[in-house]
Each structure stands twice: as C-alpha cells, then as structure tokens.
C-alpha cells in the first residue's frame, strides 16, 4: 500500500477522499488556493500546500504547481477527484512521467474515451447500442432524406465537431430537413470552422442512465448497478437515485454485459461511469466518464462499498474487495446536491442524522462559499429499503438541514421530491423545465 | 512520547506563528489551537472589513517534516517599514545558481529593482526571482533547499 497521496481537488470531493484515505492509513497531502486557506480539505489533510492564487487556471488547473507539489512532498500517487483535471490524459501522462501512481484509468484510454466519434464506435463493437443516424456526414437533402426517415422523425442534425447546443436543429418532417441543414451547417462553421454536420434520432425526453464501474486493469469488471440522474437543470444534475425507476432487469443485464466487455477489453483500471439515453426499453449509449462522479454516493449505499477505496486498490496494484461476478444490490439510495445560489460565509450550520442518512460537505460554521469555484457545497444521500421510503426519509432529512449566511437551493430540492410526476417515477431530462415554473 | 519532548513541542508551538497545531502517533495524539484559530468561526459583522492577519492552518506532523510550517503568517504585515517578498510559484527555493555558485542574497545586502534574489525551481525549471523595489535584505524566512508555497513570504526587506 501507498504511504502518502496528493488530491489534486478541492471542496467535498477532496474532503471525500481524505476520509478514505485516513481508513486506509495513507497519509493526505492537499493542495488549495488563496481562497480556499482556511477550507476544510486543507485542515483535514496531513499536509497543506498553497500552490497558487484564487482563479483555478493558475491554482487546481495548473499542472506544473500540482506535480511539483507532489514530489516536493514526497506523494507517492495524485487523485484528481471530480472535475479540474480528472479527465485530462496530459495530465494524468504528467503524472506517470513524475513516477507518480496516477489515481485513474491510462492516459491512453481517456484519450480514446474522449473522442466520441471512436468511442462510440468502440461501443458498438462490443454490443452496446447507439443512438440511430447517418453513418457519416450528411450535406444534401437528397442524403438527409432516407436517414431521417430509417431513423424516424424527430431526427436532430448536430455538427461533428460541435458541443453546447451550437449548429443543433431539431427536425420533423422531411419537409423542414433541407433549411435546417443549411442553418446547422452555417451555426458550425461559424462556430467551429468546419461546417460537417451529421443526423442522428432525437429522443423527447429520455432518461439519462448510468452504470458505475469498478475496474482492476487486467481485465475484472464489476458493476455496481445503475443510477438515474434525470432530474437536471440545463444539463446539471440536481438528483440521482440508484436503482433507476425506469431500468427492467433485462434492460440492466444487457447494459451490464455490454459495459463488462467494453471496459475489460479496454483492461480500464479504476472507477468510470458509462452513460445512456434510454427511452422506454429502449437504451443508447451515450459517453464514459472515466473518473468518480459527484454521485457515487448512491452506489455506494445500494451495494455497500467505499468506491473511492476500490478506485484506490485497483490503481495502486492491490486487489479490489469487491467480487465482481456477486454484487448484490439492496435497498434504494437518492441523493438530492445542495448547491449555493451566491457566494457567502455560513453563519450556522445544521446537519441531519438519523438512520440511513448521509451529508458529504466542506461546509461548516464560519465555511466561505468562494464565487471563483463551482456552485455545489453539498450531497445529502439517504438510503433505504425501497424507492417510496427513501423519498420520504430524504424530505425528512432534507427538513433537518439547516444552512444560513449562504442562499441554497433545498427549497426547490423539497419541492421536486414532493412533486407527483417525481414521485410516480415516470419522467425524464425534460422534467425540471417541466416544472420549473411551479419552482 | 516523554513529557520532554511534549514540552518542547508545545514551546515551538508557543513561539511559532502557527496558529494550530496537529500530532499524531502510534496511540498518542493532541491538537494545539490559539485563539485565531477559532476566528474564522464567530459570525463576520462586516463582511468588508479587512480580515485579521490570519496564518494559514499548518497542520504540523512533528515525525515527518518535509513541509511548511511556515515561519510567517502569508497575510501579515512585516515589522514596521519592512515588506515580504513572497513566493509568485510553488517550488524549491535556492539561495544562489548553482551549489558552488555565490548566493544572490544575504542578510544585509542591498539590492536594487530587477536584480535576481534567489532562485525557485519547479519542473525542474530554474525560476529567477527578480526585487520588484531597491530594498535591502533584513532576514531569510526560509532555508536554501526548503520548498516553498505560493504567496509564501521568503525574504523580509526593507524597501530604499
């Protein structure tokens, strides 16, 4: 086992591992910035070390400070948490280049995770379905036609190399098809400088699924069950339950195969996440996340794991604890973030108890909420044994929570738990804007 | 751990800046805290006003010292008249160029505005720190060889 490991994070994930590694005996080296002096993180590890000023591009983003870090303090490994620079493969090679154990799958795999061209095709060699579309890129109407209609309309025309929503036209009918291809081709070259744009089936209001995957790097695959993550608010997750109200048992035992031959033969090591667009019983994959995720905790409860130790034991070359063939999943877990809607220093502090119910937090009394960082200050999971008693226990435990000087958003949290359509489990990614104005 | 050396301990503590201090061994353990520590945790009347000179929490594991307890509080002002010129990187702070090579700086010396005072390596680049004023060395805050934090005062001067 490693003696000493530096987080390359901040805020509740950077608290969320030092606790692990405090179980595990290895001593915690952390890093913050100007404004996170008197943060938590920096208190609760072994050793602290400022290594730069408040904005990220010169503190957590800045590679040179982080490995310097690392080897002045003698750190044996870097776990880069969530975020900052947790998927950044030049990073991660950085990192092995220093003779530092990288907390995290090869920087090679994360390269090819990232490129969702390949990573889609990967995908789909190893079984795993994708969203119906055009084979290549698409610029004539005559093109567009007989893949629209093989799709099925609504069918959306994204650009190749697009993101943000930037050169995206949803389309109905075979009629709108030739306008709205010369409008997403104009938006992407505008946009991108290139001008290709591709077409590919629009799901109306799928569920965003998740399998949570542990990895040992020589081919053991353990699926930790799926989780739902529906509820978001402009692509922001806000919600996250595992198991998933709308995933059958056939559903979960394909997803899982398909995830179990995709990560073994890409010998991935650590945790990763696998995500989907599912629409009825049908499933798509989407992208993998090749880190932790925020919401980890809810797998955690239905199987009753540490996951940041497994990540930890598989990437330092010990053996996982986990079986891979027998995890049994129990119960139901949902977790409900605590995000700040401005900036602020908290004047008290309440945290809920109880049974089955958890707060993963920086926060305490006297805690600034920076404005330079990301807006969520806490995750208040709750477990228990099935989908009607976990919600009842989170609005319970959500009542208990008590946070002044800082604004946070568990009015609107409350709200959503209590609300019918939440409640029946029969919704989607369309769900916040839905309700948004009852919010 | 005999009452000697506990003792000791709690005299660095005293005589330090830090403003708390964590030991941890094999069944034995204490934490030392000042009063500042505590500081940040009564509510802030006035969120404007400047904040009190504040260390920065040192977490100091006595059997394993390869780290900063840093010998002056980032945010406080020097000794009347006299500035800190702090750290602008993480790194290793070298008093001179090479381990043969004269230092930049000593206590004493005058020096004027763009002349290099040490050398702090990181990445295995030889960073020169340049004197953004004239100003003449009053005191090394920290060792040739020690590594150094961001905005960690290394140099108490006083300005010409």
């Known amino acids: 086992m490693i003696k000493r490991l530096m987080i390359a994070n901040r805020g509740e994930i950077a608290v969320r591992i030092i606790r692990t590694c405090k179980e595990l005996g290895i001593e915690t080296v952390a890093v913050y910035s100007t404004a996170d002096r008197d943060a938590l993180h920096v208190r609760m590890a072994d050793i602290s070390v400022c290594i730069g000023p408040a904005k990220s591009a010169l503190s957590y983003l800045s590679v040179g400070a982080l ?25 991660a090679r950085e990192v092995k280049k220093a003779g530092l154990i990288w907390i995290g799958p090869d920087p090679e795999v994360i390269d090819m995770l990232g490129d969702k061209v390949v990573a889609r095709k990967t995908a789909q060699q190893y079984g795993l379905p994708i969203t119906p579309g055009s084979p290549g890129p698409i610029s004539t109407k005559e093109e567009a036609i007989p893949v629209a209609r093989a799709c099925g309309y609504p069918v959306i025309i994204k650009a190749a190399s697009g993101g943000g929503g930037k050169g995206m036209r949803i389309v109905w009918k075979d009629e709108e098809l030739e306008e709205n291809l010369r409008i997403a081709s104009t938006e992407a070259l505008a946009n991108f400088a290139d001008g290709t744009v591709f077409i590919e089936k629009y799901l109306q209001n799928p569920r965003h699924v998740e399998l949570q995957v542990i990895a040992d790097g020589k081919g053991g695959v353990a ?13 922001q997750k806000l919600i996250e339950e595992s198991p998933s ?102 004047t008290r502090l ?28 806490g995750k208040l999971i709750v477990w228990d044994v099935d989908r009607h008693h976990a919600l009842d226990r989170l609005i319970r435990a959500i009542d208990e929570l008590k946070i002044e000087g ?27 804007a839905q309700l948004e104005a009852t919010l | 751990m005999d009452e000697k050396t506990l003792l000791s301990l709690f005299d660095k503590f005293e005589k330090s800046s830090a403003v708390e201090m964590k030991y941890s061994e094999s069944g034995a353990s204490f934490e030392l805290r ?31 010292p390869p780290h900063t307890a840093s010998p002056a509080p980032h945010a406080a002002a020097a000794a009347s008249g006299n500035e800190y010129i702090k750290s602008p990187i993480v790194g290793t702070f070298y008093r001179a ?64």
């Open chain 1, 67 to 91: 490995i310097t870090t690392a080897v002045r303090t003698g750190c044996e490994a870097i776990h880069p948490g969530v975020g900052f620079l947790s998927e950044n493969a030049d990073f």
């Open chain 1, 223 to 235: 699926i930790m069950g799926e989780r739902d993550c529906s509820v978001q608010k402009n692509h």
């Open chain 1, 245 to 346: 109200p709308g995933v059958t048992p056939a559903m979960r035992k394909k997803m899982s195969d398909g995830a179990k031959n995709l990560f073994g033969s890409l010998k991935y090591c650590g945790a990763g996440t696998i995500e989907f667009l599912v629409s009825g019983e049908e499933f798509f994959f989407m992208e993998v996340n090749a880190r932790i995720q925020v919401e980890h905790p809810v797998s955690e409860f239905v199987t009753g794991t540490d996951l940041i130790r497994e990540q930890i034991l598989v990437c330092v070359g010990e053996k996982m604890s986990i079986d891979p063939d027998h995890v049994a999943l129990s119960g139901w877990s949902i977790e409900a973030r605590i995000n700040a809607l401005a900036p602020g220093k908290v």
């Open chain 1, 350 to 377: 309440e945290v809920p108890g109880g049974p089955g119910v958890r707060f993963d937090s920086f926060l305490y009394s006297g805690a600034t909420v920076s404005p330079h960082y990301d807006s969520m200050v």
């Open chain 1, 406 to 432: 800082v604004p946070v958003n568990i009015a609107t949290q409350r709200k959503i738990l209590s609300n019918a359509i939440f409640r029946s489990g029969q919704f989607g990614t369309g769900l916040y």
């Open chain 2, 34 to 64: 000042r009063k500042e520590a505590f500081a940040s945790a009564s509510p802030v009347m006035a969120a404007q006003a400047p904040a009190p000179a504040q260390a920065p929490s040192v977490s100091v594991s006595a059997h394993e």
């Open chain 2, 97 to 160: 160029a090479s381990p043969d090579a004269p230092p930049f700086s000593e206590v004493g010396k005058k020096v004027t505005k763009g002349q290099k005072i040490c050398i702090i390596e990181a990445m295995k680049m030889m960073n020169a720190l340049e004197a953004e004023f004239d100003c003449e060395i009053v005191k090394l805050l920290v060792n040739n060889g020690d590594m150094v934090e961001f905005d960690q005062p290394i140099f108490e001067v006083k300005p010409l």
